[in-house]
């Protein structure tokens, strides 16, 4: 499978993009981009425990090289270890970087903005950041960030959890009674999940094609405490970052 990866445009730091044969953002099918087998750690760690983990995860994605097209990037909440770990797996060979911990980061907004940043800074333009399992109202902001895919199962693992995912909130179905919609199998759940993916990230590309992205991601900016304070610390914090890829008309 061809896994090189092409920017097609940007809009701002999101980057619409081209990975074979599907456009980005997209969900990354790990049935076919292959995922080097890493050493997991916690986020909120000692910092000789998440060296550790850096080593031993560098150390098995040489080992898989052959095998797999992805390795994770990891590092806890130390950004100098992640930068470190990414570039050695740039040099071994890999342009597909998934970034660990991203439930904690979501929780820590600065942290998120810092990484991505300073990922997006440090490592090739030919390679790809992956985020891993990102409700659907958080992808546009994501995607705005510079992500440029979302691993798969996203649908399959708020189905399990009977949640039911729309472009602005996820709903606990023990909790929401959305009635109009009836009683919902644990089939069409899923099915309306993968819809709501598919249909958040079409909608993220075509906005980047129209150079509207920043406008859905304002918009989306109010669904979440977390998507509000992301938005914020980007715009405070980088406007260097964004300035160097948004178009002046």
């Known amino acids: 499978m061809k896994s090189e990866f092409e920017i097609k445009a940007h809009d701002g730091p999101g980057r619409l993009g081209k990975l074979g044969n599907i456009l980005t953002p997209n969900i990354i099918d790990e049935n076919i981009y292959k995922i080097a087998e890493d050493e997991s750690c916690a986020y ?34 130390y950004v100098d270890l992640r930068i470190h770990c990414a570039k050695k797996l740039e040099n071994i060979g890999y342009n597909g970087l998934i970034i660990a911990n991203g439930d904690d980061l979501i929780l820590h907004p600065r942290d998120l903005v810092e990484l991505i940043v300073t990922l997006r800074d440090n490592i090739k333009p030919s390679s790809y950041l992956i985020f891993p399992f990102a409700e659907s109202s958080f992808i546009p902001l994501l995607s705005y ?64 094609k129209n150079g509207t992205l920043r406008n859905l991601v304002e918009e989306r900016s109010v669904t ?23 178009q002046l008309y």
């Open 224 to 246: 979440s405490p977390q998507n509000i304070s992301v938005l914020r610390m980007l715009d405070k914090n980088h406007q260097n970052y964004l300035e160097k890829y948004t």
């Open 44 to 77: 909120n760690i000692e910092r000789e425990i998440a060296e550790w983990s850096v080593r031993r995860t560098i150390d098995k994605a040489a080992e898989q090289k052959e095998n797999c097209k992805i390795a994770i990037i990891q590092g806890s909440k």
């Open 145 to 208: 960030l510079g992500i440029d895919g979302f691993l798969s199962g996203i649908d399959e693992y708020y189905s399990y959890l009977n949640v039911m995912m729309t472009p602005t909130k996820n709903y606990d179905l023990d909790v929401y009674q959305i009635e109009e919609l009836g009683e919902l199998s644990q089939k069409d759940l899923l099915n309306y999940n993968k819809h709501t993916i598919n249909f958040v990230l079409k909608e993220v590309r075509e906005h980047m």
